[in-house]
């Protein structure tokens, strides 16, 4: 598989130096929410993680979606960052805040927690942030690797993302996760629906995905920017490694 260049810009979204620089730069800019702010994401957070599970958000940045799951009742999130820079600010601006903890941590590699330690991981981007980064591929199985260890068995990864399935299920859809998939698709922040147009179905119901975990070749975009949401659900089931297929696969893409 392949990264994909022509979705990308020249930056390196998978290095720490870079995104330390760049919260040194943007310090007095406030906070930033890549894609969707917790308001709307709020219906699929709450219906598929409870307030009182143990929650990881990977690639946290200075994003204040967890401040928000704290004020709507959640007892217990993990924040962890590449970016020593995002985590010590972060971590004084929630210092009298006990239900939110920050650790600098690479996704590719959080040895630092045992396996089964979370009911949920969060990722907002992290994982397009990898794509876009080099050695893409490799960088993206790592992550996604350290994000199924870490689940309990019925655990719960939600990714939100740009991308769609032709470019995420065939990182996500793999037998060695042993994941069951929903996909939700959301219009980015501020759409419009043309004057006279009506909403075919409503963004709270799942898409449905043919065999190969695609949409339909009807399907049509409401949004052609439209946000994906990935709802993987780790099965409590024995897997035969033998029947994994090691054949090569190929992605895309960092939209802002």
């Known amino acids: 598989m392949f990264r994909d260049v022509s979705a990308c810009n020249t930056y390196n979204y998978g290095d720490a130096l870079y995104w330390d620089a760049r919260y040194i730069q943007e310090a007095n800019c406030g906070s930033f929410d890549w894609y969707q702010r917790y308001s709307a994401l709020r219906p699929f957070i709450r219906k598929y993680i409870s307030p009182s599970s143990r929650v990881l958000m990977v690639g946290c940045g200075n994003a204040v979606i967890s401040e928000d799951m704290v004020k709507d009742g959640f007892e217990d999130i993990m924040n962890i960052d590449i970016s020593s820079v995002a985590i010590e600010m972060m971590r004084k601006k929630y210092e009298d805040v006990p239900q939110l903890k920050y650790m600098q941590m690479d996704v590719r590699d959080m040895s630092f927690f045992p396996d089964d330690s979370f009911d949920s991981v969060i990722d907002k981007g992290t994982l397009d942030s990898l794509m876009c980064g080099t050695d893409a591929p490799i960088s993206a199985s790592q992550m996604l690797g350290e994000v199924s260890r870490l689940l309990k068995p019925g655990g719960l990864y ?13 990182h ?15 219009p980015r922040p501020g759409f419009q ?6 909403a075919s179905r409503s963004h709270l119901e799942p898409v449905p995905l043919t065999e190969k975990g695609l949409l339909p070749a009807d399907y049509v975009l409401e949004d052609p920017d439209s946000h994906f949401i990935y709802v993987c659900k780790k099965i409590d089931e024995p897997i035969d490694l033998s029947d994994i297929s090691t054949n090569p696969l190929t992605d895309g893409e960092m939209q802002r």
């Open 158 to 170: 939600m990714l939100i993302t740009y991308g769609d399935p032709t470019v995420r299920m065939p």
């Open 172 to 186: 996500i859809h793999q037998p060695v996760y042993n994941w069951k998939i929903e996909l939700y698709i959301i």
């Open 193 to 198: 629906r043309p004057a006279g147009s009506t």
